[in-house]
């Protein structure tokens, strides 16, 4: 029955934290500025070089990311984007 409940408790944990945000992992060696735009709303983030960025409450079901990547990426809760600093796109010419 305590296993049961445990259980549960980190299932519902698990349901409520990560599963419900936008990730931002910079593997670039520098500092990158982010921009989530939900249309009425629009936040610009800094992520320092080799670290992670969690949005709860700024993407809540999707957004618009921009970056370093030269274009806005479509992006919905629980997307995980890596960026090393240059583009996503593959016929990008600075790749």
Do not use: R, Y
Not at 8 to 30: E, P, R
């Amino acid at each position: 029955m305590l296993k049961s409940a445990l259980l549960a408790t980190s299932l519902a944990l698990t349901m409520t934290t990560g599963a419900h945000a936008l990730t931002v992992n910079n593997k670039s060696a520098a500092e990158i500025s982010i921009g989530l735009d939900q249309g009425d709303k629009e936040t610009v983030h800094k992520i320092a070089a080799g670290k992670s960025m969690t949005f709860k409450n700024e993407c809540d079901d999707h957004c618009g990311v921009t970056g370093p990547w030269n274009f806005s990426k479509w992006a919905k809760t629980g997307d995980t984007i890596d960026t090393d600093g240059k583009s996503l796109t593959s016929g990008d010419k600075a790749s």
